[in-house]
């Protein structure tokens, strides 16, 4: 496994209320689900960058209220209309 660091002032931590622990596991699921939100990876490799499995994956989309199963407007409608 690769490690990447990334500098952050000490002052982040207090705001957030989070430890660099706790951070560093909320940057990894953000980066994540932005990944996954863009079509960039799919749900097996996001969950995999996040840290989770596939489940814990779909389940921290769940609570975050981000669809699971992003679907396209346009794509809707033409399997509404059975185009």
Do not use: C
Not at 14 to 26: C, D, I, K
Not at 49 to 69: M, N, Q, S, T, W
Request: aromatic share 8%.
């Amino acid at each position: 496994m690769t490690t990447v660091s990334i500098e952050f002032p000490e002052s982040i931590f207090s705001v957030l209320r989070r430890s660099p622990e706790e951070f560093a596991n909320e940057l990894r699921i953000a980066a994540a689900i932005h990944w996954y939100q863009r079509g960039d990876v799919s749900q097996e490799k996001a969950a995999e960058i996040a840290g989770l499995d596939r489940v814990a994956f779909l389940l921290e989309l769940g609570h975050r209220k981000i669809d699971v199963i992003p679907v396209d407007a346009e794509e809707l409608r033409r399997e509404a209309l059975g185009e």
